[in-house]
């Protein structure tokens, strides 16, 4: 079982929907976890992190981590043809650079107009 | 300010060739890393620096080494190019200091090796 398991898509919304995205793990260390979003053709950018369980909202965007179940989401509101991109969540241990970052394989979104 | 960026942004290699990747950060990070995208598979780390003049072994290092002479760059080499190592090649910088020492990511380097 990999580490971290991500819903392979891809996943085709129309604008204003709300678009949920889902990651689970394996390893109970993983303390820190992330969301990036890639544009095509681009580098990974930082989306929005959340240390531990709970929830973290940031506008349309929404992290929420379940350790007790090993899985994490972000919920995107109102979603706008701006979001499409593909989406990668990412753990990592302790908040220490030397702490890697563990990555799932990413999930492509389209939203349509 | 340009963030992380990367040479070439494009190659196409024979089997058997070398080439060198080079990575440049403006931004004093202590941190560089390698990781390599393949489609299904997420991206994964080659190899990583803590600082300049120091390098460590990812989750796949076989095949590549790497080099940290100067803080700002970090060059990424295949000696003996394969066809598997066909990808798109990403370098990020982090630092200390940051919260969850957030990566920066540059813009990739899509190689093919035929």
């Known amino acids: 079982q990999k580490e971290v398991e991500q819903d392979p898509g891809p996943l085709s919304v129309p604008e204003g929907a709300i678009v949920s995205l889902n990651c689970t793990y394996s390893n109970s260390a993983f303390q820190y976890f992330m969301w990036y979003r890639q544009y095509s053709r681009k580098g990974p950018e930082l989306l929005m992190y959340?240390?531990?369980?709970g929830n973290k909202e940031d506008g349309r965007f929404t992290a929420q981590v379940d350790k007790s179940s090993k899985y994490i989401s972000l919920f995107i509101r109102d979603s706008q043809p701006s979001d499409s991109a593909t989406y990668l969540c990412?753990?990592?241990?302790?908040?220490?650079?030397?702490?890697?970052?563990?990555f799932g394989k990413g999930i492509t979104l389209s939203v349509r107009p | 300010n340009a963030g992380v960026t990367q040479t070439p942004k494009f190659r196409v290699l024979k089997t058997g060739q070398s080439m060198t990747l080079l990575c440049a950060q403006d931004m004093n990070h202590e941190y560089m890393y390698w990781y390599r995208q393949d489609p299904g598979m997420g991206l994964r780390l080659i190899h990583y620096?803590?600082?300049?003049?120091?390098?460590a072994k990812g989750e796949v290092p076989d095949g590549y080494n790497v080099s940290r002479l100067k803080k700002q760059n970090f060059l990424l080499g295949l000696e003996s190019a394969a066809p598997s190592q066909t990808s798109v090649y990403f370098c990020?910088?982090?630092?200390?200091?940051?919260?969850?020492?957030?990566?920066?990511f540059g813009p990739g380097t899509r190689l093919t090796v035929l």
């Open positions: 959340t240390y531990s369980s």
């Open positions: 990412a753990m990592k241990r302790s908040a220490g650079a030397n702490s890697k970052l563990t």
């Open positions: 620096s803590v600082g300049e003049g120091t390098t």
């Open positions: 990020a910088s982090s630092y200390s200091g940051l919260a969850v020492n957030e990566q920066f």
